[in-house]
Each structure stands twice: as structure tokens, then as C-alpha cells.
């Protein structure tokens, strides 16, 4: 196949996110899945309806874009990603969502559990050589510790 590239934030539409409406638009973060065999591969990246367009009529200046991206405690937040593979008639697809809790950002908790899993796998044996490894090329023994770590500490994985 070949590549296509668009500007990043096109295609924004809206979708249902566990039953919340939200709007998704389309961002840079597949370069490393760029070799595998795939017809068609997408990356969208989920905001609450509103939310881009804030950024792209530029109505915030820098102090209030950190005050809004402040972390606060009594704010209901959650995130939440979504796979969707397609195979000839065949689709499957997994979430991902947490909702955050103990004063800890739904997004610290799930990027921070998926570090501390691959550490500790790296640290506990030999799976890992020397260098960078993308998601996709980790040994299947470190994504089910890290499936497992991220169920164990409350973070919703379904498969449908």
C-alpha cells in the first residue's frame, strides 16, 4: 500500500465513547506501526465536543491552556481508548477506560501502570535486548503482565 498523510485534527466527527458523546479527529502516533501489514490504519485522537475547536479559534492563552490542563481531584475525568481491527467479514475490538481514583488522573494511571509493568518485566528476566522497543514488538509475556497489572489496579480492559 501506500502512505497517505493529512494534516493532523482532520476528519473530526463525532462518536460514542461507552455511551458519551465525544468528538475524535485525527493525530500523528502510528509511525512505528508503519510497516505492518495493513490496508488502511487510522489514529483518532478522543476530546470532549468543543475542545479542538478552542485551539484552532486560538481562544486560550497560555496561562489559562495550563490552568484548564490542571489536575483536579474533584473533576470527573476518565480515559478511554478503543482498537478496532478489521479482517475480511471479521471485527474485533477492545476497550480500554479507567476513570481514575485515590487523587490520581485517569491518564497517569494507565500510561504510569503500563510503564511499571514493562519495568518490571525488563527488571525479572531476559525478555528484553538492549535498545527501544515499540509496543508492538514487546513479547507476549510482557503484554499479558501488562493487561494483568492494568486489571489489577481497576482499569476496565473488555474484548468484543
Not at 502516533?29 to 484552532?56: F, K
Not at 475480511?88 to 491518564?107: L, N
Not at 497517569?108 to 514488538?137: K, Y
Request: hydrophobic share 35%; charged share 25%.
Amino acid at each position: 500500500g501506500s502512505m497517505t498523510v493529512v494534516p493532523a485534527m482532520d476528519d473530526l466527527h463525532t462518536i460514542d465513547a461507552s455511551g458519551r458523546t465525544m468528538e475524535a479527529f485525527l493525530t500523528d502516533g502510528l509511525r512505528s506501526l508503519i510497516d505492518i501489514p495493513a490496508t488502511s490504519m487510522g489514529e483518532y485522537t478522543v476530546r470532549w465536543p468543543g475542545h479542538i475547536q478552542r485551539y484552532q479559534t486560538s481562544e486560550l492563552n497560555p496561562d489559562e491552556l495550563v490552568d484548564a490542563w490542571r489536575f483536579d481531584p474533584e473533576r470527573p475525568e476518565f480515559t478511554w481508548m478503543e482498537v478496532r481491527v478489521e479482517a475480511g467479514t471479521e471485527t474485533r475490538v477492545w476497550t480500554v477506560e479507567d476513570k481514575g481514583g485515590d487523587g490520581d488522573s485517569s491518564m497517569a494511571r494507565t500510561t504510569g501502570l503500563v510503564t511499571v509493568a514493562c519495568v518490571m518485566a525488563w527488571s525479572q528476566n531476559d525478555l528484553f535486548s538492549t535498545g527501544i522497543h515499540p509496543p508492538e514488538e514487546l513479547p507476549s509475556e510482557v503484554i499479558h503482565e501488562v493487561i494483568r497489572t492494568l486489571k489489577e489496579h481497576g482499569v476496565s480492559i473488555q474484548a468484543n
